[in-house]
C-alpha cells in the first residue's frame, strides 16, 4: 500500500466536498469570502481529476505485484464500487419516494434508477445518475471494463498498449470527454514507478506540480480539464510515490473511506445546510462551509466503518474470493 496516496486520496475527496457545499451555500444565500476564489475557479473539480490519475496508476499497479485473471480483476472491481453505491442510490431513490417536498429540482423515472444503477445513465438518460457524482463512476466502470479486456492479451506490452489505444480513440470517435486521458496518466505513472527505483528532486516536482494544479485559483484558464488539473495530477501521484510515506493515522483513515467520504456528500451537505436556519446570524458563513465539510467527512468515516466494510465483506463472501483493499489500494 502506498501511503501518500491515500492522503491523495483523502485530499481529493474533501476538495469536492468543498466545492459542492460552496455551490450550495450559494444555493441558500449564504455565500462565502474567504472561499470566493475557490468557488468562482471550480477548482474543487480537480479532486476528481486526481481520482482518475490514482485509479489509473492503482489498476497497472496491482495488476503488475499480484496479476489477476481479466475476471477476477472485474469482480474485485464491481465488489468494491457497487455494493455501497447501489445501497446510496436505493436510499435516495426511497427518501424521494416518501418525501418528494424535501428535493427542489429532482425528478426520477424508471429509466434514470435503472440506468444509475447500470453505469450508464449519460449514455442512456442523457443526464447524470441520481447520486450526481456517480458520474465519475460511469468512467471507472468503463476504465475497468477496458482494462479487464486488455488483461486479456497474451504479452504484458499488450495489455498496457490495449487500454491505451482504446481509451485514446474512444473521445475522437464517441461523445466520451477526453477526461478518459487521465487513466492512461495514472498507467504511465505506474509504469515509471515499477521500473525506475528512485529519481531525483521529487520534493521539487510535487511541490511545483501542486501549484501548477492549483494555478487555476488565481488565473483562470480555458484548457480541457485533462490538461490543466491531468497533468499536474500525473505528477502530484508519481512524485508522491517516490517521496517518504506518510504514516499519519487520521490522514490515513480519510484516505480509507475517501469513498464513502465521496459519495455520502449527496445527502450530507443538503441535510446540513437544511439545519443552518437554526445558526445564528452572526456566525461567518465560512465557518459555516468548515463545518459542512467536516461533517461530511465525520459521515463518511461512519458510514465506512459500520457500513461499506462489512457490505463489501459480505458481498465478497456470497460471490466467492476476493481480495478486498482500500479505495487508495486498487
Not at 123 to 137: Q, S
Not at 228 to 245: D, H, I, R
Amino acid at each position: 500500500m502506498i501511503g501518500n496516496l491515500q492522503v491523495i486520496c483523502a485530499f481529493a475527496a474533501l476538495n469536492v466536498v468543498l466545492l459542492h457545499s460552496l455551490f450550495t451555500a450559494n444555493s441558500y444565500e449564504l455565500p462565502t469570502r474567504l472561499f470566493a476564489a475557490l468557488n468562482k475557479s471550480e477548482w474543487g473539480n480537480s479532486g476528481v481529476d486526481l481520482f482518475f490519475v490514482i485509479s489509473g496508476f492503482v489498476m497497472i499497479y496491482t495488476q503488475w505485484q499480484k496479476p489477476k485473471s481479466a475476471n477476477e480483476f472485474f469482480k474485485n472491481r464491481v465488489i468494491r464500487i457497487v455494493p455501497l453505491y447501489w445501497a446510496l442510490t436505493l436510499l435516495f431513490a426511497t427518501i424521494f419516494i416518501v418525501m418528494p417536498a424535501a428535493f427542489r429540482d429532482t425528478s426520477i423515472t424508471i429509466t434514470h434508477y435503472v440506468s444509475s444503477l447500470l453505469f450508464v445513465s449519460n449514455i442512456v438518460a442523457d443526464k447524470n445518475p441520481l447520486l450526481f457524482m456517480g458520474w465519475t463512476l460511469e468512467y471507472e466502470m468503463l476504465f475497468y471494463a477496458i482494462f479487464s479486456v486488455g488483461i486479456l492479451f497474451p504479452s504484458k506490452s499488450a495489455k498496457f498498449l490495449f487500454p491505451v489505444v482504446f481509451l485514446v480513440l474512444l473521445p475522437l470517435v464517441t461523445r466520451i470527454d477526453f477526461i478518459v486521458l487521465e487513466s492512461i496518466f495514472g498507467m504511465c505513472a505506474a509504469v515509471i514507478f515499477l521500473k525506475v527505483p528512485q529519481i531525483k528532486f521529487a520534493l521539487p516536482v510535487f511541490l511545483a506540480s501542486v501549484i501548477v494544479l492549483g494555478i487555476d485559483v488565481f488565473a483562470e484558464t480555458q484548457l480541457h480539464r485533462a490538461l490543466k488539473w491531468g497533468v499536474p495530477s500525473f505528477f502530484v501521484v508519481l512524485s508522491a510515490c517516490y517521496l517518504p510515506q506518510l504514516k499519519n493515522r487520521a490522514l490515513i483513515m480519510l484516505g480509507d473511506a475517501s469513498y464513502s467520504i465521496y459519495l455520502i456528500q449527496v445527502f450530507t451537505i443538503v441535510i446540513f445546510y437544511k439545519l443552518t436556519r437554526w445558526v445564528p446570524d452572526f456566525v461567518p458563513n465560512d465557518l459555516i462551509i468548515v463545518a459542512c465539510v467536516t461533517f461530511t467527512a465525520n459521515a463518511g468515516i461512519v458510514l465506512f466503518y459500520i457500513f461499506e466494510m462489512p457490505l463489501v465483506k459480505l458481498t465478497k463472501n456470497m460471490w466467492g474470493p476476493a481480495q478486498y483493499k482500500t479505495v487508495a489500494a486498487e
